[in-house]
């Protein structure tokens, strides 16, 4: 009996791992997903904003508005489900 509560706790155990790592992989694969969809007119900023770049850098990089930049930056973050880091 005591050997089958074992077993029992590492399968629910294996199961709540996998459960977390499907859930992982679903949410990346929605952001590439979702990276698919975008305009190729903004593609080069969302790469930017998905690698932690600032807003002055992606709009200066990209010929765009800062506030289409932050829309981008936001959107990417959201679509990672994370925050990115500010670099220049």
């Given at each position: 009996m005591?050997q ?8 629910r155990?294996?199961?709540?791992q ?14 590439l997903?979702?990276?698919c ?26 010929g ?6 932050q ?9 990672k ?6 670099r220049?």
């Amino acid at each position: 009996m005591r050997q089958t509560r074992h077993l029992l706790d590492e399968l629910r155990l294996s199961h709540d791992q996998l459960q977390a790592q499907v859930k992982t992989l679903q949410d990346e694969l929605h952001a590439l997903r979702a990276a698919c969809q975008v305009s190729p007119m903004y593609s080069e900023a969302v790469a930017l904003a998905q690698r932690g770049y600032d807003v002055d850098a992606i709009a200066e990089r990209c010929g765009i508005s800062i506030a289409e930049a932050q829309l981008v930056r936001s959107l990417s973050s959201d679509a990672k489900g994370e925050q990115g880091n500010d670099r220049a």
